[in-house]
Every structure is written in C-alpha cells, then in structure tokens.
C-alpha cells in the first residue's frame, strides 16, 4: 500500500533556529504539494511541484520558506529563522498530473516556542 | 477562481445515510469537483470527485446537480468511525502552467452520532 512519507512527525524548536522537514511522495507521483494546518487558517497552499519544477509558492513567506525538490524521492520544506507563528501541521501530499487526486501525507507537527 | 460554500457542521445518526452539501455556483465547465476528509489528527483523504455525471465508488456516492452549480457528497451508511471534517473543492487549472492549485475552504464537520 503505497503511501506519503513525512519526517519528522513532531518538532520542537526554539526560535530563530532552522527547521527541515522531508517528504517522499508515492513512487510515480509528478506532482507534490505543501500545505500549512492551524486552527486560524485552515489548510493552505504553500507551494506545488510538477516533475520537481516549482510551479507556484506564492503561498509560502518567501524570506524565511523555501522549498525543494532535490529527486523524485525527496521534497524538503526550510523554515530559517523559525518564529512562533509558523508552529502548525504541515502537510506533503503527491499525485499525478493527469489524476489530479492529492494522497496526503500523515503531517509533521511543529511547535516553535 | 471557483469557490465552494458548505455548512459548518452536520449532524447524522449512526446506520443512516450522510449527505453533505456543497455550493459551486461560479465553477468552470472544465473542473472537476473533489471531495476530501479529514479525521482528527490525521492528513485529509480524497472520498471521490466528479465532472458532470453522477460518480460512485466504495466509500460514497457524489451527486453532481445538472447546472454544475452544487452537488452532495452520500455517505449512504455512516458509521462512528465517518465522524470528520468533509471539504468539496474545485480543482482549478493554474494558467499556462498546467499546474493544478487545490483550495480548501472550511469544510464540513460530520458528527455521526450512536
């Protein structure tokens, strides 16, 4: 059974310091997606991948967010420097292109104090 | 871009069926609607989508009105374990990118009481 893979599941850090967080999207997959979780927002778009090109992250603070996708296997999500206000769950899901259906990952859960 | 309206939350008993509503009233003729769930704690999980006829599968049945303009997501036997957040999306096509940006809105808190 084929799935997301997110690491860590849970992060505590002090602010100012550096979180990464990794996805393996689904063997196949061409797209991969990041979203943010609060209780405020809801889920929200962070930023797309389409065969690893970045094709939108316009939803991502873009001086302290980056995202990557170094291979296929691998989608990275930086926060640096980390601040309290982007403790939340984050999501990686993947799918394809021509399916258009997301398979989520199981979230990683971060709390910068 | 098109957006969906859905209540809050619903209230359902045990062994009954489930039918969420969803309003898609600005959605273009070539974008499909996608039905997700999320349970507590968990990452969301796709139930079903649709174009423009009627769809089922294994987990829910999705009614799509002719004029595209809402549609309802049926739960036909709703169990405890269905109690989650529901969330009808519009898949919109991202420009000449041909990239797909998927919107969340609130959702729809199921209860599905014993």
């Known amino acids: 059974d084929a799935r997301v893979t997110q690491t860590p599941r849970h992060k505590v850090t002090e602010m100012g310091q550096e979180v990464t967080m990794r996805c393996q999207p689904i063997?196949?997959?061409?797209?991969v997606f990041w979203y943010r979780q609060t209780m405020m927002q809801g889920l929200e778009l962070l930023a797309y991948?389409?065969?690893?090109?970045?094709?939108?992250d316009s939803g991502m603070p873009k001086d302290r967010f980056s995202a990557e996708m170094p291979d296929a296997t691998l989608a990275t999500l930086k926060i640096q420097p980390s601040e309290p206000r982007d403790s939340a769950v984050y999501f990686c899901?993947?799918?394809?292109?021509?399916?258009?259906?997301?398979?989520f990952g199981p979230g990683t859960r971060l709390l910068v104090l | 871009d098109a957006k969906t309206t859905q209540p809050p939350s619903m209230d359902c008993a045990e062994g009954r069926a489930a039918n969420l509503p969803c309003n898609h009233s600005?959605?273009?003729?070539?974008?499909?609607v996608y039905w997700y769930r999320q349970i507590h704690s968990q990452g969301p999980q796709y139930i079903i989508h649709?174009?423009?006829n009627n769809e089922t599968n294994e987990m829910a049945s999705l009614i799509i009105t002719e004029d595209r303009k809402s549609s309802t997501l049926i739960l036909p036997h709703a169990t405890l374990r269905d109690t989650a957040v529901y969330y009808c999306?519009?898949?919109?096509?991202?420009?000449?990118?041909?990239?797909?940006?998927?919107?969340f809105g609130a959702g729809t808190r199921l209860f599905v009481k014993a």
């Open positions: 991948f389409r065969n690893r090109a970045p094709l939108d």
């Open positions: 600005t959605i273009s003729g070539n974008e499909y």
């Open positions: 999306i519009v898949r919109v096509a991202e420009g000449n990118t041909g990239g797909f940006k998927t919107i």
């Open positions: 063997l196949g997959h061409n797209t």
């Open positions: 899901a993947s799918g394809l292109v021509q399916g258009g259906t997301q398979y």
């Open positions: 649709g174009l423009k």
